[in-house]
C-alpha cells in the first residue's frame, strides 16, 4: 500500500471513482443529465460533421488512455492522465460542449501536469492525490458526462 497522500481512503475513493467515472462514461455513455426542468440555454452554435469526428476521435482515445488505470499501479494513474491531456490538447470541441469540454481538459491538464515529472510509485500517488484534492471532481464527471452523450449522439446542434 502506497505512503502519502493515496494512504488516505478519502483519496483513494476519489481517484478510483474519477478513473471508473471517466472510463465509464467515455466507453460506455450515460443519459444527458439535463432534465426537463432545467434551464433553458442559448442554443450553441451547429459543428460540422468534421468537427465532429475530430471531438469524437479525441474522446473515444482519452477514454482509452485512462481505461487503464489502477490506483494498485501509480504508474498506469501517471500514463492515462498524460495520455488523456495528450489526445485532448488542442482540440477545438463543438460549441454546445467546448465549457464541459474546457472543464474536463483543465481537470487533466491539472493532474497530469502533477505527475508529469514523478517517477516513482510514491511520487506519482502523491502527485496524483494532491492535483485531485483541488479538482471538483462532481462537475468533472458531470461535464463528462453532458460530453459523452452530446457525442454519441452525432453533436445535435442542440445538446
Known amino acids: 500500500m502506497p505512503a502519502g497522500v493515496l494512504a488516505r481512503r478519502s483519496t483513494v475513493a476519489a481517484t478510483g471513482i474519477v478513473a471508473l467515472g471517466l472510463g465509464v462514461a467515455c466507453g460506455l455513455g450515460v443519459g444527458a443529465l439535463r432534465g ?17 469526428a475530430v471531438a469524437q476521435v479525441a474522446w473515444s482515445r482519452a477514454a482509452s488512455a485512462q481505461a487503464s488505470m489502477s490506483q ?5 494513474l501517471r500514463e492515462g492522465y498524460l ?8 482540440v477545438e470541441p463543438p460549441p454546445a460542449v467546448a465549457d464541459d469540454w474546457g472543464t474536463y481538459v483543465r481537470y487533466v491538464d491539472t493532474v497530469a501536469a502533477s505527475v508529469a515529472d514523478a517517477t516513482d510509485d510514491a511520487a506519482i500517488a502523491d502527485a496524483v492525490g494532491s492535483a485531485l484534492a483541488s479538482v471538483d471532481t462532481a462537475e468533472v464527471m458531470a461535464a463528462a458526462e453532458r460530453i459523452t452523450a452530446y457525442l454519441q449522439a452525432g453533436c445535435p446542434a442542440e445538446p
Open 36 to 52: 426537463p426542468d432545467a434551464p433553458e440555454a442559448e442554443a450553441p452554435l451547429p459543428t460540422t460533421p468534421e468537427a465532429c
Open 72 to 76: 494498485d499501479e501509480p504508474a498506469t
Open 83 to 90: 495520455g488523456a491531456r495528450d489526445v485532448v490538447d488542442g
